[in-house]
């Protein structure tokens, strides 16, 4: 099955900063690399992904980068606002292949952004 | 158009008692999963259906029973309540195979927090 780590755990950033969030993996059949959004009290949300086709995927202020040689991708977010705290989980995997809706998450990130 | 719905939001057993976690979906999905989440562990699979009858263990099954009788529904049973079982529980949906958007792209509830005492 997949092995998936996530890095840092925790991320404190002031307002208006950048933060990262790296996810690495290790099957190399996986070719969708999504990440979840969790708030306080909530279900995670999928807030923005990538296909294995391309490097590069922006979304105004957050964005997903993919290096598929390395086995790892990351969440990019730009001037960061205090409604971008909550958690934040990667899950890639094999879209074509047997997840079946059955997939493995990172641990999480719980990212903090101070006014 | 409610997404995922689970029931109850919140819950307190004693240990040795049984529950069921509901969770009902309309967006017409194929698939359906349970995962509980404990803090520093992440998500964790207990069990997923691919559709009407059919189901499957994940990665922490025992201790949980689930069953679809229908696509909408997919009820977990807790058969009897251990403290470890202590976790929030989400259930989750996502279209299926040959969906345009994504097979795999997870619809979540908004969770069900289950103590044992």
């Known amino acids: 099955g997949e092995n998936v780590e996530q890095h840092p755990s925790t991320l404190s950033v002031q307002e208006g900063d950048s933060a990262v969030i790296k996810c690495t993996y290790s099957d190399s059949a996986s070719n969708y690399f999504p990440w979840y959004k969790q708030e306080l009290g909530k279900g995670p949300q999928l807030i923005i992904d990538?296909?294995?086709?391309?490097g590069e995927k922006k979304d105004q202020r957050i964005a997903v980068t993919l290096n598929k040689t390395a086995k790892h991708f990351s969440l990019h977010i730009t001037e960061t606002q205090p409604e971008d705290s909550a958690v934040y989980f990667c899950a890639p995997h094999s879209e074509g292949g047997t997840s079946y809706g059955k997939l493995t998450f990172g641990q999480g990130t719980i990212l903090t952004v101070h006014p | 158009n409610a997404g995922v719905t689970q029931t109850p939001k919140f819950q307190v057993l004693k240990t040795g008692q049984s529950m069921t976690l509901q969770c009902a979906q309309d967006m017409n999905h194929e698939y359906m999963s349970w995962y509980r989440q404990d803090p520093g562990m992440g998500l964790r699979l207990i069990h997923y259906s691919v559709g009407a009858g059919i189901t499957d263990q994940g990665e922490v099954p025992n201790g949980y029973n689930v069953s679809r009788s229908t696509t909408e529904d997919f009820p977990l049973r807790l058969l009897s309540a251990a403290p470890s079982q202590t976790s929030v529980y989400f259930c989750?949906?996502?279209?299926?195979?040959?969906?345009?958007?994504?097979?795999?792209?997870?619809?979540f509830g908004a969770g069900s927090r289950l103590t044992v005492l």
């Open positions: 989750a949906s996502s279209p299926g195979q040959g969906a345009a958007g994504g097979a795999n792209v997870l619809t």
């Open positions: 990538i296909r294995s086709n391309v």
